[in-house]
Nanobody, 120 residues
């Protein structure tokens, strides 16, 4: 059983910053890619950023230069530092991880989502 617990969402003014965290817990062999997706009302879920087990990041075009993804493998945690936030960043943010299970095989897991609202 794998659980992802997200934290750090909230309301922030345009130009402000937030930091999201997602911690994986449970029984598994290892964690591969970790990432963040977001979904605004009436829109599809899109990739915000992802990071490989080796620490190589990948960003969606709309957040490049403003958001930074990082991970702490000792804590099985991925972070998303969001700076210069814009109203269009408003969405529910979901953590996603690729995990190798104890008995083998790789599955995708999703967090419950955390709301980020950028508004004055």
């Amino acid at each position: 059983q794998v659980q992802l617990v997200e934290s750090g969402g909230g309301l922030v003014q345009p130009g402000g910053s937030l930091r999201l965290s997602c911690a994986a817990s449970g029984s598994f062999r290892s964690i591969y890619r970790m990432g963040w997706y977001r979904q605004a009302p009436g829109k599809q879920r899109d990739l915000v950023a992802s990071i490989t087990g080796g620490g190589s990041p990948n960003y969606g075009d709309s957040v490049k230069g403003r958001f930074t993804i990082s991970r702490d493998n000792t804590k099985n945690t991925v972070y998303l530092q969001m700076n210069s936030l814009k109203p269009e960043d408003t969405a529910v943010y979901y953590c996603n991880t690729q995990i190798r299970k104890l008995l083998g095989g790789i599955d995708d897991y999703w967090g419950q989502g955390t709301q980020v609202t950028v508004s004055s």
